[in-house]
């Protein structure tokens, strides 16, 4: 019996060994197979890092070559004619970016703010109501303000006079917001008139270096057609882009007025249903 215990525990202890040098060789294997992807990936990974190296000075030489490519046409294009078409193009963004920032600030949320404001007129607090538009920006607060002080009144506040008040200021709001853009329209119309006189004057110069030269040969006409054609792109594009900026003011400025009448008309059925207001 012990004999047979001891045959046992060698062939256990044979077969125990023999798995476990099995598994050591696998993992032995397994932990190279892992370091030779780690070995691959990071091989990759400088692969891809030194290319995006490689990369970066490229796309800063081409960004340098854009701007210097404008520079140099810019140049060429003449010192006079296009500083001109420069200076229209900083004026005119200049008009169109303190527009853009004062329509901003005009805008407030109109329903919220009318329904608060209908709350104090129902309640009967027309001086708390007046206080609440003064402490607001925009058209539609000052629209409103007018209409409270009329209500507040003791002969102001019939309804007649009080939607003559509204009309009134809703048209001088108007032109608060209309401010500014006939000059922003100016340089849209400035900038390609710009460019089409410096057109004109590089094809005269063109011609002066025709009699000259006493020749009609390309290289003769080249400088004048030239600076003649980068001043017309130079004023097409700064019209272009003054022109966007233009329509997205009105686009603001429409909104605005939509505003208004909408608040204009809450406000009359406002002040009908006040008990201040003589009907």
């Given at each position: 019996m012990k004999k047979l215990f001891a045959i046992i525990a060698m062939v256990a202890a044979c077969s125990f060994g023999a798995t476990s040098s099995v598994m050591a060789q696998e993992d032995v294997e397994a932990a190279a197979e892992v370091v030779e992807a780690t070995a691959d990936s990071l091989s990759e990974d400088s692969?891809?890092?030194?290319?995006?190296?490689?990369?970066?000075?490229?796309?800063?030489?081409?960004?340098?070559?854009?701007?210097?490519?404008?520079?140099?046409?810019?140049?060429?294009?003449?010192?006079?004619?296009?500083?001109?078409?420069?200076?229209?193009?900083?004026?005119?963004?200049?008009?169109?970016?303190?527009?853009?920032?004062?329509?901003?600030?005009?805008?407030?949320?109109?329903?919220?703010?009318?329904k608060e404001l209908a709350d104090l007129v129902?309640?009967?607090?027309?001086?708390?109501?007046?206080?609440?538009?003064?402490?607001?920006?925009?058209?539609?607060?000052?629209?409103?303000?007018?209409?409270?002080?009329?209500?507040?009144?003791?002969?102001?506040?019939?309804?007649?006079?009080?939607e003559r008040t509204i009309n009134m200021e809703a048209e001088v709001q108007g032109t608060y917001l209309e401010e500014n853009c006939s000059w922003i329209t100016l340089f849209i119309a400035m900038a390609p008139s710009l460019g089409f006189l410096g057109t004109v004057i590089g094809m005269v110069m063109a011609f002066d270096d025709i009699q000259r030269a006493g020749d009609i040969s390309p290289t003769v006409v080249a400088g004048g057609m030239k600076v003649a054609l980068i001043t017309t792109i130079f004023g097409i594009i700064v019209a272009l882009v003054l022109q966007v900026f233009y329509n997205y003011i009105l686009s603001k400025i429409e909104g605005l007025t939509s505003n208004m009448e909408e608040a204009a008309q809450e406000l009359l059925v406002m002040c009908v249903k006040s008990d201040k207001c003589k009907k």
């Open positions: 692969t891809v890092a030194e290319e995006a190296v490689e990369a970066a000075p490229i796309v800063e030489e081409e960004n340098e070559g854009v701007f210097k490519n404008l520079k140099t046409k810019f140049i060429e294009g003449g010192a006079g004619f296009m500083s001109l078409v420069a200076i229209a193009l900083v004026l005119g963004l200049a008009f169109c970016i303190e527009r853009v920032v004062y329509l901003t600030l005009a805008q407030i949320n109109t329903r919220k703010f009318m129902a309640a009967g607090k027309i001086a708390d109501a007046i206080e609440k538009c003064k402490g607001t920006r925009g058209p539609v607060a000052q629209v409103s303000r007018k209409a409270m002080e009329c209500l507040d009144s003791n002969d102001r506040n019939d309804i007649g006079t009080i």
